[in-house]
C-alpha cells in the first residue's frame, strides 16, 4: 500500500567529483554539474508527481556531496539521529542537516559513533536494518537502537563498491525488500534469508548502476532506469515502477536513495 512520505532533498548546485572516497568516483574523469542538477530536478518532479513532500536545505559550497541527503540523519518517529561521516571531505555536512532538523522543530541527539545517516540505517517494518563494513561503525548500531528505540539488525557488507547498505539493499514496504546477496558476509545473508524470505533478489548487473539504490513508498519504486531487468522483476512482484537517469549522479556513486532522506514524524 502507498503511503504518502516526506523526503528531505538538497539540490547539486555544487556538485563535482573532486576526490575519491568510493570506488565509484573518478577525480580525473569529466563531469557534467548541469545535467546532474537537471537529473536531480527530475527526481523531484517524480516525488512530487506521486503526492509525496519533498522538502529542501540549502546547498553549501565546497561540500559536492551534499546532495546524497540520505547521509544527513536517521529519523524515525520524528527523532532524528545525526551523523559523524567517515571521510573529512564530507564532516561539513554533518552540522549541516543537524541545523537543518533543529530548525525545523525535531529532537537532534549527535552521535557517539560514526555512523553515515540513511546510507547504512534503513527502517524495515518494526526493524533497523544496519550496514557495517566500510561507513558506519558497529559500535553505531549500540547507539542507534538506543536512541531510535526500534531492534537493530546487523548487516556486514563485504564488497567496496557497495559501501552503504543502501546500495546493496532497497526496502520495498514493511515486508519486503531487494537485495544483492553477494554484497553481505554469509552470516549475513542467512539472516536476510530468514527475514525476508520472499525477497527479491537483484543480479550484479542491475546492482552495478545503483538499481538498488531506490526509493520505495510501499507501492511506486523509483529506480534507476538502466536497472531494466530488476524493474521487471518488482512488475511481477506487483510493484509499479518509474525508471529515473541518475548516471551523472552515479559517477560520485549515489542513486535516487542517495538523494533522499525520509523524514518520519
Known amino acids: 500500500m502507498s503511503i504518502t512520505r516526506r523526503y528531505l532533498m538538497c539540490r547539486p548546485t555544487h556538485f563535482a567529483v573532486t576526490y575519491r572516497i568510493n570506488p565509484w568516483m573518478d577525480p580525473t574523469a569529466p563531469y557534467d554539474n548541469a545535467l546532474a542538477v537537471r537529473q536531480w530536478d527530475n527526481l523531484r518532479e517524480i516525488f512530487l508527481g506521486l503526492g509525496h513532500t519533498v522538502d529542501l536545505i540549502e546547498p553549501l559550497p565546497g561540500l559536492p556531496d551534499m546532495v546524497f541527503a540520505a547521509n544527513g540523519g536517521t529519523v524515525v518517529d520524528g527523532r532524528v539521529l545525526g551523523v559523524q561521516f ?108 530468514q527475514l525476508f524470505p520472499n525477497a527479491i533478489i537483484a543480479t550484479p548487473e542491475d546492482a552495478a548502476v545503483l538499481g538498488l539504490n531506490a526509493v520505495s513508498d510501499g507501492e511506486t519504486v523509483v529506480l534507476p532506469s538502466q536497472a531494466v531487468r530488476l524493474a521487471a522483476d518488482l512488475n511481477r512482484a506487483g510493484y509499479k515502477t518509474i525508471g529515473v537517469d541518475l548516471s551523472e549522479l552515479r559517477k560520485a556513486g549515489g542513486g535516487p536513495k542517495c538523494c533522499t532522506l525520509e523524514v518520519r514524524s
Do not use: M
Open 86 to 193: 567517515r571521510d573529512a571531505e564530507r564532516a561539513d555536512e554533518a552540522p549541516a542537516y543537524a541545523g537543518w532538523f533543529r530548525e525545523h522543530g525535531f529532537e537532534v541527539r549527535e552521535p557517539k559513533q560514526t555512523n553515515e545517516g540513511e546510507g547504512d540505517i534503513l527502517l524495515a517494518g518494526d526493524v533497523l536494518l544496519a550496514g557495517t563494513g566500510f561507513r558506519t561503525a558497529h559500535a553505531s548500531h549500540a547507539e542507534t537502537q538506543e536512541f531510535l528505540q526500534r531492534p537493530v539488525i546487523t548487516l556486514q557488507l563485504v564488497d567496496p563498491a557497495y559501501y552503504h547498505l543502501d546500495t546493496a539493499l532497497c526496502v520495498l514496504d514493511e515486508q519486503n525488500i531487494a537485495y544483492l546477496p553477494q554484497a553481505f558476509s554469509p552470516g549475513s545473508q542467512s539472516v536476510l534469508r
